[in-house]
């Protein structure tokens, strides 16, 4: 019993030194293949985008040409918008990103509307990791409404309803309930009003001139209405039509409400109220 | 008289036979000690066969068509220039046993330079590499075949050839780290062993 083991050890070394190949004597070669040298290309910079800002909703326009990619005429396959606090350095914020599919329109738009100097940049993108970034362009988006003046009614006027008409006449000429005037540096697009009463005697509701009568406002108030403009140096003339005799005429406070937006929507909003007793 | 006539007879039969048994003890010990006989004084002869033309085979795995022992073979066609992510290229290897005996042979591939550690390399055993692709970007692939694991042995007897496609690619997802690299290798090393069990 005590030599089974020993048996067994010797069995299974023969089986195996029988089953392996005799490698030790086997012929060998090798054959190598090589494939000369490969290279990679790279991603140019993008050029600094132009920047811009949207007339109508004052939003700022980034836009930007395609990147090379390599040297075979490949161009990134998507684009980011970087908007930074500083010239350099500084932790970016994406504004938006773009797929460079063919015929796509290589800008976007950031309709945050941020105050002060932005610095925006472009990442152009290929593959999943390969990027390069354009150099930052500084912009300063414009906030600044128009500048708008109230000729008449002039502010704080308290007095009888004939002054008051005959002032008009004599600033806004025959036929207006007020005027004034509308200046902004990249153009006044457009100047509303609101015509208010708020009478002194009877029922004292707030009443809104709707063109033709003073009718009692409702839970929004009065609805704006689009003054006549006319164009004069460095901005507009605006008007609002309408006999002022018809107008002027009950005791109350009369509060006319001018809101003028420049063409990036920008607004400015001014008010004149008159006293007639 | 009977009774020396009974007592002479065994006493002169066992007389001979005490007698003859120290010869035939000796005579057996000297057959047992001298089994081969009397050689010494045999007659002998001795025939010599000589081989003439007697010698090595060889084991010699070629790789498209060029042999010899430990050789090297360049394929500059594997190669691109200016890859970028998602390029690859493709070249079809023919692998034959050109020498005496059956062999097994596996594939190792070492990437060198410094895009190599971005290069992926696949081979595809019975594969072919498609046609040149000139357009950008460009991919070239391995149609049909299986894909050879690295160190697989494959066996091809005698005379036997087998297709090796080859296909390097720049993966979509290669780091921004390797743009504009300008030096890149695949180097695919086949090793042969003679087999020598059926």
């Known amino acids: ?277 | 008289m009977s009774g020396r006539h009974r007592s002479a007879a065994p006493g002169r039969g066992g007389g001979l036979v005490r007698r003859l048994v120290p010869p035939v003890l000796a005579l057996a010990a000297a057959v047992a000690l001298f089994p081969g006989g009397g050689t010494l004084a045999a007659w002998t002869d001795r025939a010599s066969v000589a081989a003439e033309g007697m010698s090595t085979g060889r084991l010699d795995l070629a790789v498209d068509g060029a042999g010899g022992l430990d050789t090297t073979h360049a394929r500059p066609d594997l190669a691109l220039q200016g890859m970028v992510p998602g390029e690859s290229s493709a070249a079809t290897v023919v692998v034959a046993n050109t020498g005496d005996a059956d062999l097994r042979w596996s594939a190792g591939v070492t990437t060198d330079g410094g895009l190599g550690p971005a290069l992926e390399v696949e081979l595809w055993l019975g594969g072919r590499a498609g046609p040149d692709d000139t357009t950008y970007p460009r991919t070239e692939s391995c149609t049909g075949g299986v894909r050879l694991a690295p160190g697989e042995a494959v066996r091809t007897d005698r005379g036997a050839s087998r297709d090796l496609c080859v296909r390097v690619s720049l993966p979509v997802a290669t780091d921004d780290a390797f743009q504009g690299r300008t030096t890149g290798s695949v180097s695919l090393r086949l090793d042969a062993m003679q087999v020598t069990t059926p």
């Open chain 1, 1 to 277: 019993m005590t030599r089974a083991p020993h048996v067994v050890a010797l069995v299974a070394l023969a089986v195996w030194l029988g089953q392996v190949d005799g490698t030790s004597a086997a012929f060998t070669d090798r054959a190598v293949v090589t494939s000369g040298t490969h290279t990679s290309g790279s991603m140019a910079a993008p050029a600094v985008p132009t920047v811009t800002q949207v007339r109508g909703s004052g939003a700022t326009r980034v836009a930007w040409t395609a990147s090379a990619v390599g040297d075979h005429g490949a161009t990134a396959t998507s684009y980011e918008v970087q908007r930074y606090d500083a010239a350099t350095g500084a932790t970016p914020t994406a504004v938006c990103s773009v797929t460079a599919d063919p015929g796509a329109t290589l800008a976007c738009e950031d309709g945050t509307r941020p105050s002060g100097t932005r610095h925006y940049a472009v990442r152009a993108r290929f593959g999943a990791s390969w990027r390069a970034e354009s150099s930052r362009r500084a912009f300063a988006a414009d906030l600044t409404g128009p500048d708008v003046t109230v000729t008449q009614p002039e502010n704080g006027y308290r007095g009888s309803a004939a002054d008051l008409r005959r002032a008009l006449d004599r600033g806004c000429g025959a036929d207006a309930l007020g005027c004034g005037s509308a200046a902004d540096p990249a153009g006044v697009e457009a100047v509303r009003w609101v015509l208010e009463l708020r009478p002194s005697a009877g029922n004292r509701a707030l009443r809104c001139w709707d063109g033709a009568s003073f009718v009692v406002a409702g839970a929004s108030g009065c609805a704006d209405r689009a003054a006549a403009t006319s164009a004069v140096s460095g901005g507009l003339r605006w008007r609002i039509p309408g006999a002022a005799n018809e107008v002027y005429r009950d005791r109350g406070t009369y509060t006319v409400t001018v809101t003028a937006r420049d063409v990036f929507a920008n607004p400015t909003t001014v008010t004149s109220a008159v006293t007639v007793n």
